[in-house]
């Protein structure tokens, strides 16, 4: 099993910046990637950006150049830097992480970002 716990959410104006984080536990030596998803009012879940285990990382088109995935193993956390934020940004931002044993998808409680413009 892994546990995800992320933090980090809150309002901000547009043109700002937030950076969310989600801290792993459990089974972590078992996941090979982990990533942020967000899901926007009336609108369906859409992957925002993944980092595997090479550090190769993936971004929606929307947040290219602007949003940054890093990860902390020493920390067990994911981080996502996201600056000159939008109020199509605004969000409800799930972490996520897939573990390589089952396989197997874990899921964070969500974070709330409202980009207010």
């Known amino acids: 099993q892994v546990q995800l716990v992320e933090s980090g959410g809150g309002l901000v104006q547009a043109g700002g910046s937030l950076r969310l984080s989600c801290a792993a536990s459990g089974s972590i030596f078992s996941i090979d990637a982990m990533g942020w998803f967000r899901r926007a009012p009336g609108k369906q879940r859409e992957l925002v950006a993944t980092i595997a285990v090479a550090a190769s990382t993936n971004y929606a088109n929307s947040v290219k150049g602007r949003f940054a995935i890093s990860r902390d193993y020493a920390k067990n956390t994911v981080y996502l830097q996201m600056n000159s934020l939008k109020p199509e940004d605004t969000a409800v931002y799930f972490c996520?992480?897939?573990?390589?044993?089952?396989?197997?998808?874990?899921w964070g409680q969500g974070t709330q970002v409202t980009v207010s413009s």
């Open positions: 996520y992480a897939h573990s390589n044993l089952g396989p197997k998808d874990y």
